[in-house]
């Protein structure tokens, strides 16, 4: 016997995933990109490659950015946290 799961996703559902998305979430997903869903380059010279190249350094600066503002937002939110335990 085969069974199967279908999940079908409701605009709602992508709502709440752009309302629920973190810095910190982000740059997981980034770091989760394996090499076979990014276009190899090998310094070949040719446009595209320099292009694949321009494309794997954008996503890494990407990375290093949401590395530091999920800093910022564990930051906020513990401060968020700190006043509401002073009440």
Not at 10 to 36: C, H, P, W
Not at 56 to 62: D, E, P, V, Y
Not at 63 to 86: H, I, P, T, V, Y
């Amino acid at each position: 016997m085969k069974e199967y799961v279908v999940r079908e996703y409701e605009q709602s559902d992508y709502d709440k995933a752009r309302e629920e998305m973190t810095f910190e979430k982000a740059n997981e997903v980034l770091g989760q990109i394996g090499r076979g869903y990014l276009p190899d380059y090998n310094y070949t010279g040719s446009e595209d490659d320099y292009d694949h190249f321009i494309l794997h350094l954008a996503i890494r600066k990407a990375q290093e950015a949401c590395k530091e503002m999920a800093k910022d937002e564990k930051q906020l939110e513990d401060m968020g946290n700190n006043s509401l335990d002073e009440r």
